[in-house]
C-alpha cells in the first residue's frame, strides 16, 4: 500500500460544509406539514404525580394532539437497558411518566402542535397535581435506607458487584503500608454543540415509518426503537444525519425517539423535536458519578502490592442504555499502567432522583485513571519520592506486552516508560521541578502534575460486548472509478470522511477526492455497530481496510483477464494494474494470441468499467465491483502516554494559571495527525472542564441548579492554555494497520495530571487530595487558613 | 429556547418610543440590543406583550466631547466604544471595560444603555460608570438627570420609571493627570463579574490623589460606590502602603452574593484583592 495520505495532516474533508453552515442536522430537515412536539417536564425530583389535567391545553390554539404516560404506556415498550449484570434490579422504564416523576426534567406529557410555539404554550396549560416525595440525591446515603425511589425494589440499591483479581487482603496485608482516600468524581454533562432532536415520518401506504435522530448508533438504535414500537426492524429507516457531537450521551435509545416515531404513526404527519438546552442538561444522560474509596498497599521503594476500590455509582434515577455496565469499565481499568498483583473494586450501583448516568467521553475509564493515579500520587507523597519515580517503579516493560493485569485484561503493547521519558524531556522536567523549588523560596506555588495513562479503545471484541463489538464496511467502484465506502461506523465530528478516505486512496491509488464516506442512514448502510468506545477507526476503518483487500482480489483477477494474464502475474501499484514481466514468463503465460495485443496495464478505474459493462469478465464472475466486510477485533486496543501539567496559584485568591500542558500520547499508528492533535485537544479541553470547573448539581430538593450554560461552565478557549503535543507510535496487532484509537485519550489523561499539580502546588500546606471541581475558593481557603499557623508554608 | 407571542414594533425616533411605551405601559419592553432580554424570553423568564426596539434610533447612538464633558447615546454598542478613538484617548477605562463584556458578537449587538437598564448586578458598565460619578439623562414626560449612585435601586432594579428611557450617559472629561483600570474576575460559565472594579483616580501635581472614582460589580445584589476606599485614597499619597489600606475598605458594609462558584465571604475577599490591584494598574497609568 502507498502511503501518499496515510499518516498525513490531510484537512477534514466534512469541514467546508461545517464552517459554511451548510450542513444537514436533524433541524436542519424540512418536511411539509411537520407537526412540532414540546414535553411537560417534572418540576420535582419525586413526586407523586395524582393528575394530569390536558383540558384546557386541548383547547389551545394549534393543539393537534396531547399524550400522558396513560395514553402510551401500554403501547410503546420500556426505554432499553443493555446492561446484563447478575441479578441487576431493572426498573420498567416507560417513555413518559405515570404515576410517579423520578427526576427534574423527567417527561410527562407530550404536547404536538402546529408549531413549537403553539406546543410550548398549551404545555404551559397543562395542570399536574403533583405529590411531592422525599428525595435520594446522595449515591452513598442512597445505599443505605431512606426513601425509595423504585418501591418494588425496597432498596435504591440497583446492584452490587465484585470483580478483580489476586489476594486483594494478603496483598494490603503484605504490603508495608496502606493509605486509604476518600475520593469523588462529580456527575457531568456532555453538552454536546448539538442537542438531540428527532424527526419522525410515517408512510402509511408503504408501513415505513423514517427516523432522522442525533445518534453515534444508527443500527443498534433502529433495531431497539422497532422493538419498542413492535413492528418489523426493517420497515423502520432510522437516518443519523449530521450529527453535532455525542460524546456518548448519544450512544443511546431514548424516549423521545420511539415516542416521536409513534407519535407520527398516530397522526400520518411528520413530527419534530429539538431538544433545548435546558433539556439537554436536565434530560440527556450524566456522566461520572462516583463516590469512592481506594486502599492502596505498598512497599517503601514505592512498589504497588494491591489496590481496592469502593465505589458508590450514581445511577440516576433509571437505566439507560449502558448505565449501570459504566462502573464495570472502571473495574477494568484499574491496574492503569503498572504492574499491580491484587485488584479489587466493589460496585454498589444506586438509584437516585436524577438524571440517569451513562457513558460521557471515556465512560468509567477516566474515573479508573483518576483512582489509580491519584494513588500512585499519595503513595509518592506518603514516601517523600517523586511521583515519576514510583510511576517507573510500578510499570510493566515494553517486552512484558501483552500484558496480563489483575483486572483480566491483556494490554496489546505498551512501551510506558518511552512515552514517560519523552513528556518529560519536551517538558524539561527536572528544570521545572528546580524552577518550583526556586519560585517556592519566593513565596510562589507552582505546581506539576504528571499522569501516565492506558486506556482500553477499540471496543471491541463481541464477547465483551451488550450487541455486538465488529464494524462493517461495503466498498464499491462506481463505472466512472469513483470509490463509495459504507461505514457502519458513525462519525459525528471524529473526522471518518476524511480518515477512512485516506485509507482507501492509498489502498487503491486513487485520489482522496475521488472517495466518498457514507454513514448512519440504515437504508442505504449495512448493519454496523456505531461509534463510541474510540472504535470507529480501529475497529471501523479495519472493516474498511478489509473489504478494499477482498475487492481487490476479484479486480485483480479481472485485471488479468483483460490484460489476458495470468492472475499471479499482475501487480497492483498507485491504481495501476500491470504484467509482471518475470512472472509472466515464469508462469508461462500465453503471448498475445488476439490481433490485438491485450493491454500491458490497466487502471482500477477500467476495471471498475469492465466489472459494471460484463462484457468481457473472466468465467463465473459476478459483475459490479464491491465487496463487504464485518470485522470482528481479536481483542482491544490500548493506547497510552503520559500528561504534565505545571501550573500556579495565585496565594491572594487562589485563581490557578497554567503554566505549561505537555502530552504524549500513542495511539498506535497514525492515519491523520491533524485529527488526533484535534481528539487529544478536544479531551483535555473536557478534562480541564470535569477538573476545574463542571459539576451537575442538584440542591437538597432535588432542583438541577446548574441547569444552564450560564451555571454549567464548559471550558472556553481563554480557559485553554497552550498544548505541546507529541506523541510515541506503538503499533498495535490487533488489526493490521496498528491504530489504536485516540477519541478519549484527553479526558482519561488530563483531568489527574491537572488535579495533581493543584495537590503539588498546595502541598506545602499539608495538601493530599482535592477533590474536582477544584474551585479558586477552595485553594484561597487552604491558603488563607494555611497562612494563620505559624510557620506553615 | 422558545419565547411566548408578542408584539414587535421598531420606534423612529425617540418621541415615538416614549409615545410607545407610555400606550402600552407594563405590557411592553423596551429592546436595545437585546442579549439580556431575549434570552430571558427564550427561557420565559420574561414574557413581555410587545418589544418596542429603540435600537434603530440613530440620534441615540454617539461618542461626543463637549464643553468638557463626555456624552454617550444609550444605544452605543459596546463595540463602538471599545474602538472608539475619542475614548481611548479622552477616558480608556470606558473601552478597557468593554473588552471585558461577553464576546465579539455580544459586543456588536450589546448596548451600554440596555446593560445600565437591565441593571444585572454582575454586569460591567454600572462600576464603570459608578467610577466616573457619571450623570444619566433620563427622557420622558419632562427630561430629568440622575447620578449614578442613584440609579442602580437593586437587583434588576432602576431608578427609571414606568414611560422613561435612559438616553444619556455623560461625565466630565478626565482632566490633568488621570489613572484609570478596570479589572474584573470572570465567572467561568456566564462570564459575567464575579467580581468587577473600575476605577477612576485624578492625581495632583504633587503626585497626591486628587479625586478617586471607585465602581464595585458582581459582588452585591446592586453595584456600588466604594465610598470607603474612596475617601481613605483622597489625598492619600498612592503609595502601595494607601492602595493597600484603602481597597480593604472594598466591601464594607456590603451583604455578598452567593453562587455555585464563589460565597459571599470570598466574593468580598475577591473584591479586596482586585480593588488593590485596580488601584495600583491606575496608579500606574497616571503619568
Redesign the interface.
Known amino acids: 500500500m502507498s502511503e501518499k495520505y496515510f499518516g498525513k495532516r490531510q484537512k477534514r474533508t466534512e469541514d467546508p460544509r461545517l464552517i459554511q453552515g451548510l450542513a444537514h442536522y436533524v433541524d436542519d430537515i424540512k418536511l411539509p406539514d411537520t407537526l412540532h412536539a414540546v414535553f411537560l417536564r417534572s418540576i420535582y425530583a419525586h413526586a407523586r404525580i395524582k393528575t394530569v389535567d390536558t383540558s384546557e391545553a386541548r383547547k389551545a390554539p394549534g393543539v393537534v394532539a396531547i399524550y400522558t404516560g396513560k395514553d402510551v404506556s401500554a403501547k410503546i415498550g420500556a426505554v432499553p437497558c443493555a446492561a446484563a449484570l447478575p441479578e441487576l434490579k431493572v426498573p420498567d422504564h416507560r417513555v413518559l411518566a405515570t404515576n410517579k416523576a423520578y427526576f427534574v426534567g423527567h417527561p410527562i406529557a407530550v404536547v404536538v402542535a402546529e408549531n413549537r410555539y403553539a406546543a410550548k404554550d398549551a404545555a404551559d396549560l397543562i395542570q399536574v397535581d403533583y405529590e411531592e416525595l422525599p428525595v435520594v440525591l446522595n449515591e452513598e446515603k442512597g445505599a443505605q435506607g431512606g426513601p425509595i425511589l423504585h418501591e418494588q425494589f425496597g432498596t435504591n440499591i440497583a446492584y452490587k458487584l465484585t470483580s478483580g483479581e489476586g489476594d486483594i487482603e494478603a496483598a494490603l496485608k503484605s504490603a508495608d503500608k496502606v493509605l486509604k482516600q476518600k475520593i469523588l468524581n462529580q456527575r457531568l454533562a456532555p453538552i454536546a454543540m448539538e442537542p438531540r432532536g428527532v424527526l419522525a415520518r410515517y408512510y402509511p401506504g408503504e408501513q415505513e415509518l423514517t427516523l432522522w435522530t442525533s445518534t453515534q448508533i444508527p443500527h443498534l438504535a433502529r433495531t431497539q426503537i422497532a422493538l419498542m414500537l413492535g413492528m418489523p426492524e426493517n420497515k423502520l429507516r432510522l437516518i443519523a444525519p449530521e450529527v453535532g457531537g455525542g460524546f456518548g450521551s448519544k450512544l443511546n435509545i431514548y424516549a423521545e425517539e420511539a415516542l416521536l416515531g409513534w407519535i407520527a404513526m398516530q397522526l400520518g404527519r411528520p413530527v419534530k423535536w429539538i431538544e433545548t438546552r435546558r433539556e439537554n442538561i436536565q434530560a440527556t444522560v450524566h456522566g461520572r458519578g462516583q463516590t469512592g474509596y481506594i486502599e492502596v498497599g505498598y512497599k517503601k521503594d514505592g512498589t504497588v502490592t494491591g489496590l481496592r476500590y469502593n465505589v458508590f455509582a450514581d445511577m440516576g434515577a433509571y437505566f439507560q442504555l449502558l448505565t449501570p455496565a459504566i462502573p464495570t469499565l472502571t473495574g477494568l481499568m484499574l491496574s492503569g499502567c503498572y504492574r499491580i498483583p491484587a485488584i479489587q473494586i466493589n460496585i454498589t450501583g444506586v438509584f437516585t432522583n436524577k438524571m440517569a448516568t451513562d457513558a460521557y467521553r471515556g465512560a468509567g475509564r477516566p474515573e479508573a485513571t483518576y483512582v489509580v493515579e491519584r494513588a500512585l500520587d499519595l503513595v509518592a507523597a506518603e514516601l517523600g519520592k517523586d511521583p515519576v519515580e514510583v510511576r517507573r517503579k510500578n510499570m510493566p516493560a515494553p517486552n512484558e506486552f501483552p500484558f496480563k493485569t489483575a483486572t483480566g485484561l491483556f494490554y496489546d503493547s505498551g512501551n510506558y516508560e518511552g512515552a514517560l521519558q519523552k513528556a518529560l524531556d519536551i517538558s524539561g522536567y527536572s528544570k521545572v521541578r528546580d524552577e518550583q523549588s526556586r519560585a517556592r523560596k519566593e513565596g510562589r506555588l507552582i505546581g506539576i502534575g504528571v499522569s501516565t495513562y492506558v486506556e482500553i479503545c477499540a471496543l471491541g471484541p463481541s464477547q465483551a460486548m451488550p450487541a455486538g463489538g465488529w464494524e462493517s464496511a461495503t466498498v464499491r467502484i462506481e463505472p466512472t472509478g469513483k470509490v463509495t465506502i459504507l461505514t457502519g461506523a458513525s462519525p459525528h465530528g471524529q473526522g471518518q470522511e476524511t480518515s477512512f478516505a485516506q485509507i482507501a486512496a492509498d489502498q487503491l491509488g486513487v485520489n482522496i477526492n475521488d472517495v466518498t464516506v457514507i454513514h448512519g442512514d440504515t437504508a442505504v448502510v449495512q448493519y454496523g455497530i456505531g461509534t463510541f468506545g474510540s472504535r470507529a477507526t480501529a475497529v471501523g476503518g479495519t472493516a474498511v481496510y478489509y473489504a478494499i483487500e477482498k475487492l481487490k482480489e476479484k479486480a485483480n483477477r479481472i485485471a488479468a483477464h483483460l490484460m489476458e494474464a495470468g492472475s499471479g502475474t499482475v501487480t497492483f501499484k498507485e491504481g495501476r494494474f500491470a504484467v509482471e514481466a518475470a512472472k509472466a514468463t515464469a508462469a508461462g503465460a500465453p503471448a498475445a494470441a488476439s490481433a490485438v495485443s491485450p493491454p500491458k496495464q490497466v487502471t482500477i478505474q477500467d476495471v471498475a468499467l469492465a466489472a459494471h459493462l460484463a462484457k468481457n469478465l473472466p468465467p463465473d464472475t459476478e459483475p459490479g465491483l464491491s465487496a463487504t466486510y464485518f470485522f470482528e477485533p481479536k481483542n482491544f486496543t490500548f493506547p497510552f502516554g503520559t500528561h504534565i501539567a505545571v501550573v500556579e496559584i495565585d496565594r491572594e485568591t487562589g485563581e490557578i494559571d497554567f503554566q505549561r500542558y505537555v502530552a504524549v500520547d500513542d495511539c498506535g499508528k497514525v492515519i491523520n495527525p491533524l485529527l488526533v492533535d484535534g481528539q487529544v485537544q478536544g479531551g483535555i479541553v473536557q478534562s480541564i472542564g470535569q477538573a476545574l470547573y463542571e459539576e451537575v448539581v442538584y440542591d437538597d430538593q432535588g432542583q438541577l441548579v446548574s441547569g444552564t450554560l450560564m451555571d454549567y461552565a464548559v471550558p472556553k478557549a481563554a480557559h485553554v492554555p497552550w498544548l505541546e503535543l507529541d506523541r510515541t507510535e506503538t503499533p498495535t496487532d490487533v488489526n493490521p494497520m496498528g491504530v489504536k484509537g485516540v477519541g478519549e485519550a484527553g479526558t482519561i489523561g488530563a483531568t489527574p495530571a491537572i488535579v495533581a499539580a493543584i495537590v503539588d502546588a498546595l502541598s506545602p500546606y499539608g495538601v493530599r487530595h482535592l477533590d474536582m471541581p477544584i474551585k479558586p475558593e477552595t485553594i484561597w481557603k487552604i491558603i488563607s487558613k494555611g497562612q494563620q499557623k505559624p510557620g506553615a508554608a | 429556547?422558545?419565547?411566548?407571542?408578542f408584539d414587535y414594533v421598531a420606534a423612529k425616533n425617540l418621541d415615538e418610543a416614549l409615545s410607545l411605551l407610555s400606550k402600552h405601559k407594563d405590557d411592553a419592553k423596551l429592546l436595545a440590543g437585546g442579549h439580556s432580554l431575549i434570552p430571558a424570553m427564550k427561557?420565559?423568564l420574561a414574557q413581555p406583550q410587545i418589544l418596542i426596539d429603540i435600537s434603530r434610533i440613530k440620534d441615540l447612538s454617539y461618542i461626543r466631547e463637549e464643553g468638557g464633558r463626555i456624552r454617550i447615546g444609550a444605544m452605543t454598542t459596546h463595540y463602538q466604544i471599545e474602538s472608539s478613538d475619542l475614548l481611548r484617548r479622552a477616558c480608556p477605562l470606558l473601552p478597557e471595560a468593554a473588552t471585558h463584556l461577553g464576546d465579539v458578537q455580544v459586543r456588536n449587538k450589546g448596548t451600554i444603555g440596555g446593560s445600565l437598564a437591565h441593571a444585572d448586578p454582575a454586569a460591567d458598565w454600572p462600576a464603570v460608570v459608578l467610577a466616573l460619578d457619571a450623570e444619566l439623562v433620563i427622557a420622558g414626560k419632562t427630561e430629568r438627570v440622575i447620578k449614578a449612585d442613584k440609579f442602580f435601586v437593586g437587583l434588576f432594579t432602576t431608578a427609571l420609571d414606568q414611560g422613561e428611557i435612559l438616553r444619556e450617559i455623560r461625565f466630565p472629561a478626565p482632566k490633568g493627570r488621570f489613572g484609570q483600570c478596570y479589572k474584573k474576575?470572570r465567572?467561568?460559565?456566564?462570564?459575567f463579574a464575579v467580581v468587577g472594579i473600575a476605577v477612576n483616580l485624578a492625581v495632583d501635581g504633587g503626585g497626591k490623589c486628587e479625586s478617586a472614582g471607585v465602581g464595585i460589580t458582581g459582588v452585591s445584589p446592586k453595584p456600588y460606590s466604594a465610598t470607603g476606599v474612596e475617601s481613605a485614597l483622597k489625598g492619600s499619597a498612592l503609595d502601595g502602603k494607601a492602595l493597600t489600606a484603602a481597597a480593604a475598605h472594598a466591601a464594607d458594609g456590603v451583604n455578598a452574593n452567593t453562587?455555585?462558584?464563589?460565597?459571599g465571604e470570598?466574593r468580598k475577599?475577591?473584591a479586596e484583592?482586585?480593588t488593590r490591584r485596580a488601584l495600583e494598574t491606575a496608579v500606574s497609568r497616571a503619568k
Open positions: 429556547m422558545i419565547p411566548n407571542s427561557l420565559r474576575f465567572h467561568p460559565a456566564s462570564g453562587d455555585l462558584f464563589a460565597s470570598y475577599h475577591l484583592v482586585y
